[in-house]
Nanobody, 119 residues
Framework: QVQLVESGGGLVQAGGSLRLSCAAS????????MAWFRQAPGEEREFVAG????GTSISVKGRFTISRDSAKNTVYLQMNSLLLEDTAVYYC????????????????WGQGTQVTVSS
């Protein structure tokens, strides 16, 4: 079992930056790939970035960078140059593949953290 808790969301002006954190508990955390998804109202959950247990990563948003600190059991999402359309609930997820882009491919989810970008 892996429990995930996101934090770091909030209200930010367009052009600003935020860093989201996902704290994980569970002895098998280091063996899981981790990912960030986001979901805007009325939209499907969208893959943002993923990272393997060894640190290989992928991001579909060039302004966003995913990283992990295995010693702290924490995954981060650094978001720069935020746009209005980045407004969404951001979710952390754990699964077997870091490049899996479908939500159903992940086994564990956090509760989400709201990011709101204002003009």
């Amino acid at each position: 079992q892996v429990q995930l808790v996101e934090s770091g969301g909030g209200l930010v002006q367009a052009g600003g930056s935020l860093r989201l954190s996902c704290a994980a508990s569970g002895r098998t955390f280091s063996t899981y790939a981790m990912a960030w998804f986001r979901q805007a109202p009325g939209e499907e959950r969208e893959f943002v970035a993923g990272i393997s247990w060894s640190g290989t990563s992928i991001s579909v948003k060039g302004r966003f960078t995913i990283s992990r600190d295995s010693a702290k059991n924490t995954v981060y999402l650094q978001m720069n140059s935020l746009l209005l359309e980045d407004t969404a609930v951001y979710y952390c997820a754990a699964g077997p593949r870091f490049d899996a882009a479908r939500a159903e491919q992940y086994d564990y989810w956090g509760q989400g953290t709201q990011v709101t970008v204002s003009s």
